[in-house]
């Protein structure tokens, strides 16, 4: 199911353990498309988070949302299913689908850093901090001498760092208000607040 993450909140377990927990938004999701095996070659399902106003949606996609109902999304995602007869177009997927103490893989992007360096992005310890020293928060060397004169492929270095697609498995689920379509889970999840996730039930477990 896709959802929003809405930020970090903390509660008590009946054991009294203190918990972090990430808030999100989850669902309801709508079905805008079924994929068989006979049509597409595999199983899955297309579905559909936020409504969006159709006038913001090219003909194409309003024409496809037409399929489902005519309600237009403004995010889609794509899931795998062992049997899609199971579901029909326009069927709304909720948070009851979860239940306290499942785990779940949780797909998102992580915030993102800009451009840094070796200490902020691979943490590097860095380098003296004594009279003379010209080496705090450089790489050092990246050479090979002279053979193979070279910087090998996926050297650590300077660059682009973070709004990558991060998956966090086994994440538990420890609370659930289905009247407000939310979902808690323990510990963090990768984005900002308000970004979107990726709720899934992991593969062994389905």
């Given at each position: 199911?896709?959802g ?13 353990r ?6 999100v938004?989850?669902g ?33 996609m309003q024409?496809?949302f ?9 995010y889609?995602?794509?899931?795998a ?6 579901f ?19 797909v ?12 902020k ?6 380098g ?16 090979c001498?002279a ?9 650590k ?10 998956t966090v498995s ?14 808690l889970?323990?510990?963090s ?11 899934l ?6």
């Open positions: 199911m896709i929003k993450k809405l930020g970090m909140s903390s509660l008590f377990t009946n054991e009294g203190y918990v972090p927990v990430t808030v938004q989850l309801p999701c709508i079905v805008t498309q079924i994929k068989t095996t006979g049509t597409d070659g595999y199983n899955a399902l297309q579905v559909g988070f936020e409504e969006k106003k159709s006038k913001r949606v090219n003909k194409p024409g496809h037409k399929k489902s109902g005519g309600t237009c999304y403004g889609l995602r794509e899931v299913v062992d049997n899609p007869e199971e029909s177009l326009g069927q709304s997927l909720t948070v009851d689908m979860f239940q306290v103490g499942d785990r779940v893989d949780v998102g992007t992580t915030k993102g850093r800009g451009f840094a360096g070796v200490i992005r691979h943490g590097f310890h860095g003296r901090k004594s009279h003379g020293s010209h080496s705090h928060r450089i790489p050092g060397s990246i050479g001498s053979w193979p004169a070279k910087v090998i492929k996926g050297k270095m300077p660059g682009q760092y973070g709004n990558d697609r991060k086994n994440v538990e689920i420890v609370g659930i208000r289905p009247k407000e379509n939310l979902i889970l323990k510990g999840v990768p984005g900002a607040k308000s970004s979107v996730v990726t709720v039930k992991p593969k062994f477990s389905q």
